[in-house]
């Protein structure tokens, strides 16, 4: 089976903080190759941005705005290709769209787990109001253009994720893989830090998406029948 997977395209509501960056007609370009080149589509979490509204605590009419600011793609991720987990910043879908948190497939032997990886940060898990609070602050530092205090505030978040290139000092990566163990996977497939990578882990495989925000196209594939898994970082077609 051909997998592509995506994650972490913020879409938002097409204001000042909407972290997507690409023309939506472009964007649906590479949905299109996605979907002439791979069998399913994953979309791994925080695809859409729901906590950045001017009033916090309003995630659901937040989903309900970017949906609407996106209707060709939102159109496009109702196909049957499609799966959608839902992620931290989206966490409102699995309520409101059914998305799950996890995915399981099985193809040519292999078991993969798709899982977004917020649930590896200890913040989220114990106390995700102050994650949201400071996602939502960060909006507002964007919409009164405080570009350095924004940046800080990502940096600072960046290293609480823990989420490092290198495996023996990435604790991300070592929550991933004992997800794998627990769930019997021999491929973790992950996003949320929005760091792509690739790296073995003995005979398990951590994969990360990396980001399709601010511009960027990022994106995995999965081949299970011929064993080939890859990061990319920029398509043709």
Not at 93 to 120: I, N, Q, S, Y
Not at 143 to 161: E, G, I, K, Y
């Amino acid at each position: 089976m051909r997998i592509a997977v995506i994650s972490d395209l913020h879409l938002g509501r097409h204001d000042t903080v909407d972290p997507f960056g690409h023309d939506d007609s472009v964007f649906l370009r590479f949905l299109r190759f996605l979907e002439s080149n791979f069998e399913r589509i994953v979309l791994l979490g925080d695809i859409y941005e729901t906590l950045t509204a001017r009033a916090p605590r309003r995630q659901e009419a937040e989903l309900a705005a970017a949906r609407a600011a996106h209707p060709e793609l939102v159109r496009r991720f109702a196909g049957p290709q499609y799966h959608y987990i839902h992620g931290n910043h989206d966490l409102v879908a699995g309520r409101v769209l059914g998305a799950p948190e996890e995915l399981v497939l099985e193809a040519d032997g292999v078991r993969m787990l798709f899982t977004h990886g917020h649930r590896h940060d200890w913040v989220i898990r114990k106390a995700r109001w102050i994650s949201e609070a400071s996602v939502w602050a960060g909006a507002w530092l964007r919409r009164l253009q405080l570009r350095a205090m924004f940046r800080a505030l990502q940096a600072v978040d960046l290293r609480l994720s823990g989420a490092l290139p290198d495996p023996a000092r990435c604790t991300f990566q070592r929550w991933a893989i004992e997800r794998a163990h627990q769930r019997d996977a021999d491929i973790v497939v992950t996003g949320h830090t929005h760091l792509g990578l690739r790296v073995e882990h003995g005979d398990r495989l951590f994969l990360n998406s990396g980001t399709c925000s601010e511009g960027q196209f990022s994106f995995l594939s999965l081949d299970t029948r011929d064993g080939r898994y890859g990061l990319h970082t920029s398509w043709a077609w």
